[in-house]
C-alpha cells in the first residue's frame, strides 16, 4: 500500500497545474505522508499538502517542504489543453 500511496500523491502534485510541485517527493509510511523538495512561496507548499492530504490511508500529512525564494523566478503554471490563451 505504502508505494501506491506515495505515487498517488506524486502523480496529484504533478497534475496539480503548478510546474513547482512536479519536483516533490513522496515517502509514505504507517498513515503518514512526508512531503520533501523546494517551492518558491509559501502559498504551493500549502497547495502541495492539500492536494494529498485525502488520500485514502493518510492519516498525516510531514510537509517538509522548503520555501526559497530564489525558485520564484521559475514559476509558472501549466493550464490543461484548450484553456491557455
Avoid at 517551492?39 to 492530504?53: C, F, I, S
Wanted: glycine share 8%; with cysteine.
Amino acid at each position: 500500500m505504502g508505494l501506491e500511496v506515495r505515487t498517488m500523491a506524486e502523480a496529484r502534485l504533478r497534475r496539480s497545474g503548478y510546474s513547482a510541485l512536479r519536483d516533490v517527493n513522496c515517502v509514505f509510511h504507517d498513515g503518514m505522508l512526508t512531503l520533501r523538495g523546494r517551492v518558491p512561496t509559501h502559498y504551493l507548499k500549502q497547495v502541495a499538502q492539500q492536494r494529498v492530504r485525502e488520500l485514502e490511508g493518510v492519516r498525516w500529512v510531514n510537509n517538509q517542504i522548503e520555501v526559497s525564494s530564489s525558485l520564484r523566478q521559475d514559476v509558472s503554471v501549466v493550464l490543461p489543453s484548450g484553456l491557455g490563451a
